[in-house]
């Protein structure tokens, strides 16, 4: 069974960068869609960004396309979303899931089909 576990999240300045990990285990991660999704306090969880199991395919919503980019390496069963040029705006906890939903403009509101969530990690964007 896939389990993921996120890593990376920090306070961090405006204009600052970070960059997120998201390790699995438990399963092949190539099999797998990747995603990130973020919620911040108060507000309902959004998509930020998916990659599709061999790489080739990425998507990102509007919010953040230009600043954020995910990555992923298969034979390291890990996934990467750098974040650049961050706004206050960006502070959420951030979750990386492992799917088989297809990774397109649709993958974020299919979040009740995921396979896999990991537990989330705290981005803070402040000054």
């Known amino acids: 069974q896939l389990q993921l576990k996120e890593s990376g999240g920090a306070l961090v300045q405006p204009g600052g960068s970070l960059r997120l990990s998201c390790a699995a285990s438990g399963f092949a991660l190539d099999y797998y869609t990747i995603g990130w999704y973020r919620q911040a306090p108060g507000k309902e969880r959004e998509g930020v960004a998916c990659i599709s199991g061999s790489g080739y395919s990425t998507n990102y919503e509007d919010s953040v396309r230009g600043r954020f980019a995910i990555s992923r390496d298969n034979p390291k069963n890990t996934a990467w979303l750098q974040m650049n040029s961050l706004k206050p705006e960006d502070t959420a906890v951030y979750y990386c899931?492992?799917?088989?939903?297809?990774?397109?403009?649709?993958?974020?509101?299919?979040?009740?089909?995921?396979?896999?969530w990991g537990p989330g990690t705290p981005v803070n964007v402040s000054s």
């Open positions: 899931v492992g799917s088989i939903v297809k990774c397109d403009s649709r993958f974020y509101a299919f979040a009740q089909s995921h396979q896999t």
